[in-house]
């Protein structure tokens, strides 16, 4: 008796220690996911009395004439926002949005950003630097060991000085089967196992590089032991109720409600491709109403400090000084007044996009497109030239991905 006494108290001690081992890794799992906490301090949005005067004087009606007169040129397949002051002055729909089934464009559609999707990196970037959980001296070795490429900082991806070679055309030399689907770790096995010659020694020149971003996106999930998308759906797209963004899923063919779908030409649709799956440098869908919303939190301090967003306003690629430039994770143009446009352009399957900010005059310009059309980025200045009369015009490069 003593002794199945004893032999059943064993089998149960052993029980009850493996029960709580298990209980005890949920809950450092648990624990890991939520490791991440908010410290910096939160705001409304931005709505002064000062602003809102200007946007009384404002003669809305004429000016949305005017915009509407002058898009009517363009042959936008594309929603359309033009906001100034805080307050909302032209926003409309125009086009297709799915071809074969010719369903029309409203104002609730979702379109790939393409490379704007780098602003929401950079911004969820700077978001963990902002709360102590990243520096921007840090570098790429820190988080993934024995990383080939050395002395690459955080703020070198962010601003294209890290010199790494570009994922977009390196790949389809060493994966030969086109119908993959390759994430962010399988670019960066390809860095660590091929090594493609990187293309300068960091930090001495600026080149725009779709790694960098895709490296940052990884980089937030070694941190915050989350994946990307579920990073930046807490702490960017929840907070800001930013109901209708999500991030591509290229195994999931079936289309969500209003979203659409990308062609160049005569309305080709454009097939899936195998890098649709890396993230950071693209890969977000969203809607003029939820950009807008982005666009005004980065007036306060509601996702990062206001200490931070101007850093990420200031010019880093030193080899265009004045017209052209390049911040943390924005596009940066200078005007003959000294304004500054910050900004970012997108263009991938048949999606191009634009995000275009003058902050210190509160205009903000949204064109989202599914037919791929140069007058996208072209009429940036006849829209400025319209809301504040002639400026120097400046041609703006349109994003090549």
Known sequence: ??????????????????????????????????????KTKQTVFQNTDSLQKLANKMNVANLSYQIDTFLATKNLNANVLVARFGKIIYKKSNGISNFSTKDSLNINSSFQLA????????????????????????????????FPYKNIKIKHLLSHRSGLPNYMYFTKDYI??????????DIINLLMTKIPEKSFVPDTKFAYCNTNFAILASIIEIITHETFEEFVETQIFKPLKMDNTFFLNPKDSTLKPNQTKGYVGNWNEVSPDMLDGVMGDKGVYSTLDDMYKFDQALYTDQLISIKLMN????????????????????????????????FHHGWWHGYNTAFFRIPNQNITIIILCNKFNRQVYYSIDGLLEILRGP???????????
Request: contains cysteine; glycine residues 6%.
């Open 176 to 185: 030969l089967q086109t119908d993959t689907i390759l994430n962010n770790k």
């Open 391 to 401: 400026v120097a015009k400046i041609m703006m490069d349109e994003e090549t991905e």
């Open 311 to 342: 850093e990420a306003k200031k010019p880093r690629s030193f080899e265009k000084p004045g017209a052209k430039n390049y911040g943390y994770g924005f596009r940066l143009l200078e005007y003959e007044d000294k304004s500054w446009a910050v």
């Open 115 to 146: 490379s704007v999707s780098k602003t929401i990196t950079g911004l969820a970037t700077i978001l963990l630097i902002d709360n102590g959980y990243l520096s921007l001296e840090d570098t790429i070795g820190q988080f993934i060991p024995n």
């Open 1 to 38: 008796m003593r002794s199945k006494c004893g032999n059943s108290f064993s089998i149960f001690t052993l029980f009850f220690c493996f029960l709580s081992l298990f209980s005890c890794k949920n809950s450092h799992s648990e624990n890991k996911k939520n490791t991440f906490k908010r």
